[in-house]
């Protein structure tokens, strides 16, 4: 597997809407569907050369390509990631998930933002930490799972 198939997949969904075919990109990317994602290199690889990432819960802006691989060289444990869905059309996609930081989960809102030509030029991060809900609100609410 590599960036040239994300890629395909990622511009096939800009071009027909196809949240399937952006889903199997997301999968791919982070190797959710074959256990292995894809190298800092090759994220590289999918990323616009002026690509920007935001977290604005910690108030940071990475920019640029070659240090959002360094960022990815340098971080101690990735977290494992449950996909939970991807909606979207054109060039503009969310994606929601769980991402386990050895125990510690957090739930993580992306909002990806491509070129034509499938590369990410931008991508907005949220994270936040489940809470236990209010007992007020349990005749109306169940919950969900990743």
Same mark, same amino acid.
């Given at each position: 597997?590599?960036?040239?198939? %994300?890629? =395909?997949?990622?511009?096939?969904?800009? @071009?027909?809407?196809?949240?399937?075919?952006? *889903?199997? #990109?997301?999968?791919?990317?982070?190797?959710?569907?074959? #256990?292995?994602?894809? =190298?800092?290199?090759?994220?590289?690889?999918?990323?616009?050369?002026?690509?920007?990432?935001?977290?604005?819960?910690?108030?940071? *802006?990475?920019?640029? *390509?070659?240090?959002?691989?360094?960022?990815?060289?340098?971080?101690?444990?990735?977290?494992?990631?449950?996909?939970?869905?991807?909606? #979207?059309?054109?060039?503009?996609?969310?994606?929601?998930?769980?991402? /386990?930081?050895?125990?510690?989960?957090?739930? %993580? @809102?992306?909002?990806?933002?491509? /070129? /034509?030509?499938?590369?990410? %030029?931008?991508?907005?991060?949220?994270? %936040?930490? #489940?809470?236990?809900?209010?007992?007020?609100?349990? =005749?109306? =609410?169940?919950?969900?799972?990743?």
């Amino acid at each position: 597997m590599n960036d040239t198939t %994300v890629r =395909s997949l990622f511009q096939q969904a800009i @071009a027909t809407d196809d949240a399937a075919a952006m *889903r199997d #990109g997301v999968e791919r990317l982070f190797g959710l569907s074959q #256990g292995t994602g894809l =190298s800092a290199e090759a994220e590289y690889q999918l990323r616009h050369p002026d690509y920007v990432m935001e977290m604005p819960q910690t108030n940071e *802006r990475i920019t640029g *390509r070659d240090a959002m691989r360094a960022m990815q060289e340098a971080f101690p444990t990735p977290p494992t990631i449950t996909l939970r869905r991807v909606v #979207g059309a054109g060039r503009v996609w969310v994606v929601e998930g769980l991402n /386990d930081y050895n125990g510690e989960k957090w739930h %993580v @809102a992306v909002i990806l933002e491509l /070129d /034509d030509e499938g590369l990410i %030029v931008r991508d907005t991060r949220y994270y %936040v930490q #489940g809470t236990e809900p209010p007992a007020w609100r349990s =005749s109306w =609410s169940q919950p969900i799972s990743p």
